[in-house]
């Protein structure tokens, strides 16, 4: 009888303890959301995969903070107004590899005619900024020319109206500032310009910005900055500016390290540098950089140099042409580093890129990403890199609860070993 009546209880816990496929709960599919009209003060959080169309310009508050989620489109959608967007709080713009935060327009406006953007402002930072991030994000298309209704202009953040905004303004010297990830693409001019923070800016892409100047990372006074692992190419002036104009606390100090640079400076109907430029006491340590087929070697302003402690070493030269190869050899403007790799004549030291034809023609300006920087086994870049130096960061900086470290130097020079 005992075994009978388990034996029943058995069944029931069986079958109550079963359910049906109808019982079964809904998947919840999340749709991404798509917000319209845009403008105003923003702060909270942009959620993953949305889009949020911009029609007007937009101001993160003082004391607020916007985070972008990965995967969402900021999508400039009115070429008359060519929004700016203000950053007096703090950003965080947060995608993954796999899916980009995208500040961009319109497919339909991508065309030859815009290729140096102009169709809508630039990421314009405030002193009371004391937190900025980009993280795998993608900047394109921007760079438009202020006038006396901007923002950026009546709260005195840039510069006068007339003057073409950067992809990102920065001028916290007690701020952190990182970048790391991105692509910079499509501007009008100047990628960044910095005037303050502690600054990260690695493993970046910058490509097809400046048309009648601009340099992709042009920094001053108030500024130290790692800056390493990044591709520029074909900037229309130099890759990177770096000066104490201003005589901001603390001095400009820039480590910059690992980067390639490529066809830099051609397109600048003056001649300013064209690759690396160096002047009014700004402190440098330069090393493990690649330089091919710029319009110049690492240059100084001869009459306002920099910081006599700055240290330059085991810089990578390639020129295809006698031209460009007498152009990086060392005199009073062009300096002179500590085992650098450099040839007097024209074609040899070829870095052995994967899939780059250095004959590309040296004032193009169109990208192909199809490209690829890695070195082949067998590079002469391989093993001439120095990884014996202080790095600003290499502790790394705290933003929002996570700690961003610049990353370790290499062996190799320039910023891509052998896949």
């Known amino acids: 009888m005992k075994n009978l009546l388990a034996c029943a209880a ?15 709960p809904t998947p919840v599919i999340e749709t991404p959301v ?8 923003v702060s909270g959080v942009w959620t993953k995969g949305g889009t949020y169309k911009i029609t007007g310009h937009i101001q993160i508050p003082a004391g607020k903070s916007l985070t972008i989620e990965e995967g969402v489109t900021v999508l400039f959608s009115d070429s008359v107004v060519k929004p700016e967007v203000i950053v007096k ?9 796999a899916a980009p935060v995208k500040f961009t327009v319109p497919d339909a406006w991508k065309t030859a005619k815009n290729q140096y953007g102009n169709l809508w402002g630039g990421l314009t930072a405030a002193a009371s900024s004391s937190e900025f991030v980009l993280n795998n994000t993608v900047l394109e298309y921007g760079g438009a020319v202020t006038t006396e209704e901007s923002p950026s202009v009546k709260a005195k953040l840039y510069k006068e109206a007339g003057s073409h905004v950067p992809a990102l303004y920065y001028a916290n010297a007690a701020g952190k500032l990182i970048v790391t990830n991105s692509t910079i693409r499509n501007f009008n001019e100047d990628g960044f310009y910095i005037e303050g923070g502690q600054v990260i800016i690695a493993n970046n892409f ?8 601009g340099d992709a990372i042009n920094i001053k006074s108030g500024v130290q900055a790692d800056v390493a692992f990044n591709v520029v190419y074909s900037p229309n002036t130099n890759a990177l500016k770096l000066s104490n104009t201003g005589d901001r606390t603390p001095q400009a100090y820039v480590v910059g390290y690992n980067n390639t640079i490529i066809n830099a400076g051609w397109r600048r109907p003056t001649t300013k540098g064209g690759s690396i430029w160096l002047e009014k006491g700004v402190r440098v340590d330069l090393y493990n950089n690649l330089l091919a087929n710029d319009r110049y070697g690492i240059k100084r302003d001869k009459g306002n140099p920099e910081d006599a402690r700055s240290v330059i070493s085991s810089t990578f030269y390639y020129g295809q042409n006698q031209t460009t190869t007498d152009q990086f050899q060392p005199t009073e ?27 590309t023609d040296m004032q ?52 891509f070993g052998t896949k």
Not at 34 to 39: H, T
Not at 206 to 213: I, L, N, P
Not at 339 to 347: F, Q
Request: aromatic residues 10%; hydrophobic residues 35%.
């Open 10 to 24: 058995m069944g029931v816990f069986l079958v109550t303890g079963c359910s049906s496929d109808k019982d079964e």
């Open 34 to 41: 798509i917000k319209e009209a845009i403008s105003g003060d």
């Open 89 to 97: 709080g703090n950003l965080y713009s947060l995608g993954t590899t």
């Open 206 to 213: 910058f490509y097809t910005t400046g048309v009648s100047g």
């Open 333 to 359: 403007e062009i300096v002179k580093g500590v085992n650098d790799v450099i040839s007097a004549k024209a074609a040899e030291n070829d870095p052995k890129f994967v899939n780059y034809p250095l004959t």
């Open 364 to 415: 193009n300006a169109t990208f192909n990403s199809a490209w690829d920087f890695h070195l082949q086994t067998g590079s002469p870049a391989i093993g001439k890199g120095k990884t014996d130096f202080t790095r600003l960061f290499a502790n790394g900086l705290l933003v929002n609860g996570v700690t961003y470290k610049s990353p370790a130097p290499t062996s190799y020079i320039g910023a």
